[in-house]
C-alpha cells in the first residue's frame, strides 16, 4: 500500500473533475479527520458520516421539501425538489416533484393550527414524480396557511 501525504488536493484546470478512487477501487473511500473516521462512501454508494452522533452511521437525506399557505393564492414559502404545487380545491393539494423520486419514500407533513377539533394532514398517491396532500379540520377540507413536507429515503 502506498501512502501520499499532502495538505492539497486539486484538479489540473478549474473546469476539471477530482476523482477520488478509480475502476480499481471495489472498496469504501474514507475521509479522516483527528485520525478518525468522519465521512465514508462506502461500497455500495452509501454516504456515511459523524455528525456528533458517536459513529459513522448511512445518512438519509431530505430528497424534497416544501413549505406552502394553501388559503387564497395558493403560495410556496420554500421548497427544495418541488417543481410547484397544485391547489386542486379546498383543502387539496399536489405536490410536484422537479427531480423524480425512487419508490418506498416517507413524507412527515405539518401544519399550522386553525384551531378546528380533528385537524389532519392526509397523504396518498405515492408516485416518484408527485404527491397529493389533503388537509380536513373538524372533519371537513379545509385550506390552511401553512403547511409543510419533507421527503426521505
Not at 459513522?56 to 424534497?64: E, K, P, S
Not at 421548497?79 to 416517507?106: A, C, R
Request: proline share 1%.
Amino acid at each position: 500500500m502506498s501512502k501520499l501525504e499532502t495538505n492539497t488536493i486539486d484538479t489540473v484546470s478549474g473546469t476539471a473533475n477530482l476523482t477520488i478512487g478509480g475502476a480499481n477501487n471495489t472498496g469504501s473511500t474514507t475521509i479522516k479527520t483527528n485520525n478518525t473516521n468522519a465521512v465514508t462512501i462506502d461500497n455500495s454508494q452509501n454516504l456515511q458520516f459523524n455528525s456528533g452522533y458517536g459513529s459513522v452511521a448511512t445518512a438519509y437525506g431530505c430528497r424534497a421539501w416544501v413549505k406552502f399557505d394553501g388559503t387564497g393564492t395558493l403560495t410556496v414559502n420554500g421548497s427544495g425538489n418541488v417543481s410547484s404545487v397544485t391547489d386542486s380545491g379546498t383543502g387539496i393539494y399536489v405536490v410536484n416533484f422537479s427531480t423524480s423520486l425512487p419508490t418506498n419514500y416517507q413524507i412527515s407533513a405539518g401544519h399550522k393550527r386553525v384551531g378546528a377539533s380533528a385537524e389532519i394532514v392526509n397523504i396518498y398517491g405515492f408516485n416518484t414524480n408527485y404527491v397529493n396532500i389533503d388537509f380536513f379540520a373538524g372533519g371537513s377540507l379545509s385550506d390552511t396557511d401553512y403547511i409543510g413536507i419533507a421527503v426521505h429515503r
